[in-house]
């Protein structure tokens, strides 16, 4: 349950703090005391929609914190841990109960800050958590029972439906899967169709072509090695002929070789040295003639690999101007080809295949929502009998509460085939119609009434707050609707602004809401709030009953409500 509520520095709220027990509390003022200022503020703690207007005069930014204490074991917890693995270590426990602090930041400038136990959030995240904790509803609030996409919703927490719901909506996607791809391959199929004889022909074309990743760049670099090859192999020819033809000088230098040893005994120490240095030469030569015809080995090419390697490149670069793409994109056309022919060729096999698939999915769909929408009728059934013994008791009893049930495949989806809408007939003999429609104010606020307290058995968030739904309502029908709203608060905690005293009398919690000035000088109205018990209880009641000049007989009238309440 909310046990604090902190406000700092929100619109005409300086600084305050209150706490709340787990009974039916009211939080009772005059108009423009600041009672809406309090939901306000609570809204935006539960991540409600932030607003720079928010922030008291003044100040660059105001804050909200709404501390609760729950059950250990309560599902937000599993929540927690999603949205903050260590969450649980910043949750204060004691026992089976466990603290949850959510807090909000207004800046002036518009912006806000989110926190859940300290730990920042997006505000998405802590209106997530807000939702599990807390419900507000209001007479005409969107949120309420009264919002016709939340009765489903209702009649499968009642039905405690959630399993079956979770079959169907596997069932609904795994149909809706099928479909589409049964619909991708009919587009397939008709487009191969449309182009089955150029597909055939390009598919062919590519096959006997066979272009592989990165060929293009390795046939041209072949192709420039064996063109340098080609323009450098005549200068290593010439030089052959002139090493080893019949200009070559190595015969004419051993033939001086052999003559000058034979004089070398004539002239002694002149010629050795000449001699040393001509055999050096004769050896330089040989070892050139070798490197030479090493050159001219590595530099031997077959002329047709030459030519194979043009006309591969030229057919590669014909058919990428023809298909208007780059060569490297060659292997990747003929496998896409060959694949929209395999479609063709095969898309009829596949196509009875899938449409089988999604028949199968289809009749399973069908079976699961059928026997969804049967359960609901029965859960619908069920409240109806609940809420219907709830309206007497209200100054209801002419009224009939109906559940409008419409199920079909053209209502299909995943959450079954099913429209739910909560009707009522407000008087025997008059048309029956949808409860937003039909009901009147007040007479909308006790339908909504009977719905919380039968659904409160079915779980609800463990706080309840009612933002005057006892507007149009008095006497007899105020003082049901108070002793529902206390009935209500033996199983959730409940929170009531109301300006109808017979309500105000029911709680065991009563907040009393007004504005006084803090400075003389400069006057700055700000909204107090102080818990009242007693006479001052009294006096807060009986001037709801009187009105600004409270009288004897309205304290007396006041007493009686109270006395009549314990």
């Avoid at 194979?308 to 060659?330: G, S």
Wanted: glycine share 6%.
């Amino acid at each position: 349950m909310l046990v604090q509520l902190f406000i700092q520095d929100i619109v005409l709220i300086d600084r305050l703090e209150i706490e709340f027990n787990s009974s039916l509390s009211v939080l009772t003022g005059e108009t423009g005391a600041g009672k809406s200022i309090l939901l306000d503020s609570l809204s935006l703690a539960l991540g409600g929609r932030g607003d720079g207007s928010l922030v008291r005069m003044g100040a660059s930014s105001g804050q909200v914190r709404a501390v609760f204490n729950l059950p250990a074991d309560h599902r937000v917890f599993e929540k927690l841990h999603i949205i903050e693995p260590n969450g649980n270590k910043k949750t204060v426990r004691e026992g089976d109960q466990a603290e949850i602090v959510l807090r909000r930041v207004q800046s002036s400038d518009g912006r806000t800050k989110s926190y859940i136990n300290d730990v920042p959030v997006s505000v998405s995240q802590l209106r997530e958590i807000g939702q599990m904790l807390v419900e507000i509803h209001g007479q005409h609030d969107d949120r309420a029972l009264v919002d016709e996409d939340l009765h489903r919703v209702f009649i499968d927490e009642c039905g405690g439906l959630t399993f079956e719901l979770e079959q169907v909506s596997r069932a609904w996607k795994n149909w809706e899967t099928a479909k589409r791809e049964l619909s991708k391959l009919k587009v397939q199929v008709s487009e191969a169709g449309r182009e089955a004889d150029y597909l055939r022909s390009s598919v062919a074309e590519l096959e006997r072509l066979a272009p592989e990743p990165g060929e293009e760049t390795n046939l041209a670099d072949q192709r420039q090695q064996m063109i340098q090859a080609q323009n450098i192999v005549g200068e290593l020819s010439e030089a052959e002929e002139i090493l080893t033809g019949r200009n070559s000088p190595v015969p004419v230098l051993a033939s001086l070789v052999r003559k000058l040893e034979r004089k070398t005994a004539k002239a002694p120490g002149l010629l050795e040295s000449v001699v040393e240095q001509l055999d050096l030469a004769i050896t330089h030569l040989y070892t050139a003639q070798n490197e030479l015809d090493g050159a001219i080995n590595k530099s031997e090419f077959d002329p047709q690999a030459l030519d194979d390697a043009e006309e591969r490149l030229f057919a590669l670069r014909a058919a990428a101007r023809k298909y208007n793409i780059a060569v490297e994109n060659l292997p990747d056309l003929a496998i896409d080809m060959a694949n929209h022919l395999n479609a063709l060729d095969h898309g009829e096999e596949r196509l009875a295949e899938l449409i089988k698939q999604c028949s199968e999915h289809e009749t399973e769909y069908d079976r699961l929502a059928t026997i969804l929408s049967k359960k609901r009728r029965i859960a619908g059934s069920d409240l109806i009998g609940k809420v219907q013994k709830e309206l007497p008791s209200l100054k209801l009893d002419q009224a009939e509460f109906i559940i409008e049930h419409e199920c079909g495949p053209h209502l299909a989806g995943a959450n079954g085939h099913d429209k739910i809408e909560f009707w009522v007939r407000t008087n025997p003999g008059t048309k029956a119609g949808p409860m937003f429609r039909v009901a009147s104010g007040g007479e909308l606020s006790r339908f909504l009434l009977a719905l919380k307290v039968v659904l409160a058995e079915n779980g609800s968030a463990p706080t309840l707050v009612f933002d005057e739904i006892d507007t149009g309502v008095g006497g007899a029908v105020a003082d049901a609707m108070g002793r529902r709203l206390a009935r209500l608060a033996q199983n959730v905690q409940v929170l009531s602004v109301t300006h109808a005293p017979q309500v105000a009398a029911k709680a065991r919690h009563h907040l009393l809401i007004s504005k006084n000035n803090t400075d003389v000088e400069t006057p700055q109205v700000t909204t107090h709030v102080e818990i009242i018990e007693e006479e001052t209880r009294r006096d807060e009641i009986a001037r709801m009953l009187a009105g600004a000049s409270i009288t004897e007989e309205a304290r007396a009238a006041a007493g009686r409500l109270l006395n009549d309440a314990i």
